[in-house]
């Protein structure tokens, strides 16, 4: 019997090497070497993990995930990881929400957060005169858009540790190995029922979501917001034209969302408003900080205009070129989504390989790597904002600059993005001045075990005022 024991134990350990060696030899020759072996540059596999070692092993950081579930994961339904006719249709949908004139609506929303913001700031400078930038705008942007995707006026900015901003650190906590199964291996995690969100988020949020939308329907109540836009879907399935400000009915179809598609939607300009915001006012604020000649330029201009208009209005916002030229380079060097990804959905021939890649092969495309190209942006460390000129903008390939993605897939919420982070750095600058603190680092450590390209921990500050 021992015999026979060990007789099989030895079948089953020679069968287990000649599989195991079988299979790292056609991921070493076959699988990992797909590009090279059609004549395209590739980085350097590593078997069993391909070019992932970087990714599990959270020195790098993966891009968005391709896995959704609407049944069991119902926030995870949302216009950023849905595909196919359900995104075509909800994407033709939700384009009228962020038209300018929907942006002029909102724009007292973010002003009065910016208030409190620069009310926070002056309290912090006269502690020690230092401040930790990136949680104190995070709570701006937290406290903008709990406002206009929630109606709640969740006041991280007086409490940080009010619950919309408890939950936002633990939505995106580091994940490097979730991350990286739910962008690669979607049909396996779909086939166990895997959920992508906290399970603690995800009630969270639906409950906030249905609380705000009863007390609204119930009271009459009608605020010029996103949840508002949202609401219009749910009850008619379109969006009511702006035609004064030159919106146009966008979609044909009148089919109604239901609340829990309105929540996920409301939960995604959440997740992708908030952190991709405050991130680039705390980048935009770092770089101010070590090219002291930008920032006092910078604070001229707003100055200026804030004078002209008599304080800031929508409109000032537009007459501001060069913060416009700041933040477009802040963006150059910290895209907030550093790779961004697509199917191929038909044939396409490589310039200059000769290659034609099939339909269905999943692309990465490099922003970061497009951004710091030096045959792109000459001396791409540097920060220079006059790399924005009208002039300099038409020498570049109308893909060298890659911060909102492009194409149908590009980012939605761009307008927004920008009138929000905008608002954040008018009210930094105009009244103060930032200067490196006693540990700045030169460059920013970045935080590899995060989806969105974002520093490593806080950020502190030297501030003091202008005036
Ligand atoms: C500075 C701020 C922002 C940056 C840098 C940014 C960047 C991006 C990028 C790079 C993408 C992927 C685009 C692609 O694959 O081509 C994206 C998608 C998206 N963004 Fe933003 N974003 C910002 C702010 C916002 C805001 C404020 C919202 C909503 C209120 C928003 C909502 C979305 C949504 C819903 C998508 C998915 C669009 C789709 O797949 O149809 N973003 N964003």
């Not at 490097?176 to 906290?198: E, G, H, I, Q, W």
């Not at 949020?205 to 508002?228: G, M, S």
Request: charged share 25%.
């Amino acid at each position: 019997m021992a015999l026979i024991t060990t007789g099989v134990l030895l079948q089953v350990l020679a069968f287990l090497v000649i599989f195991i060696g079988a299979t790292c030899s056609y991921l070493t020759h076959v699988a990992y070497d797909y590009w090279n072996s059609k004549g395209i540059v590739q980085s350097k596999p590593m078997t069993p993990f391909g070019s992932l070692w970087p990714v599990f092993s959270s020195q790098k950081s993966i891009d968005r995930g391709m896995y959704y579930n609407e049944e069991y994961d119902p926030m995870s339904a949302h216009l950023f990881l849905i595909g196919g006719t359900k995104w075509r249709n909800l994407r033709i949908k939700f384009t009228p929400t962020f038209t300018s004139g929907k942006m002029k609506q909102m724009f007292s929303t973010v002003k009065d957060t910016a208030d409190n913001l620069g009310k926070c700031l002056a309290e912090e400078v006269q502690k020690n005169g230092l401040i930790e930038i990136r949680d104190l705008v995070a709570r701006f942007s937290t406290d903008v858009i709990a406002s206009v995707a929630f109606g709640i006026e969740c006041n991280s900015l007086q409490n940080p540790m009010a619950e919309f901003r408890t939950w936002g650190r633990k939505v995106l906590e580091p994940r490097p190995v979730k991350n990286t199964l739910f962008a690669l291996c979607p049909a396996v995690l779909k086939f166990f029922n895997a959920t992508m969100t906290d399970k603690g988020a995800s009630d969270f949020f639906i409950k906030a979501f249905k609380d705000t939308v009863e007390y609204r329907t119930a009271n009459n109540v009608v605020r010029k917001d996103f949840l508002d836009l949202i609401m219009q879907l749910m009850n008619k399935g379109y969006i009511n034209p702006d035609e004064s400000k030159g919106d146009v009915f966008a979609s044909e179809s009148r089919e109604k969302i239901t609340i829990l598609e309105g929540a996920a939607q409301a939960f995604v300009f959440w997740i992708a408003g908030f952190e991709t915001s405050s991130t680039t006012v705390t980048h935009c604020t770092y770089e101010m900080a070590l090219n002291q000649e930008i920032q006092d330029k910078l604070a001229n201009e707003i100055n200026t205009v804030l004078e002209r208009f008599g304080g800031l209005t929508y409109e000032s916002i537009n007459e501001m070129p060069y913060l416009h030229k700041v933040v477009s380079e802040t963006l150059r060097k910290y895209p907030s989504v550093p790779l961004l990804n697509r199917e191929c959905n038909r044939e396409v021939e490589l310039l200059d390989t000769g290659f034609v890649v099939p339909t269905g092969t999943p692309i990465i495309v490099p922003v970061l790597g497009i951004h710091f190209d030096p045959d792109i942006y000459p001396d791409p460390d540097k920060f220079d904002p006059e790399r924005f000129s009208e002039e300099n903008i038409a020498k570049r390939h109308k893909y060298a600059y890659l911060p909102f993605g492009e194409g149908p897939r590009n980012c939605i919420g761009m307008r927004f993005g920008l009138l929000q982070t905008k608002i954040g750095l008018i009210t930094l600058f105009s009244k103060y001045r930032f200067k490196p603190g006693p540990d700045t680092k030169v460059p920013l450590p970045v935080d590899k075990g995060n989806i969105l390209h974002g520093p490593l921990g806080g950020v502190t500050f030297k501030v003091e005022e202008r005036y």
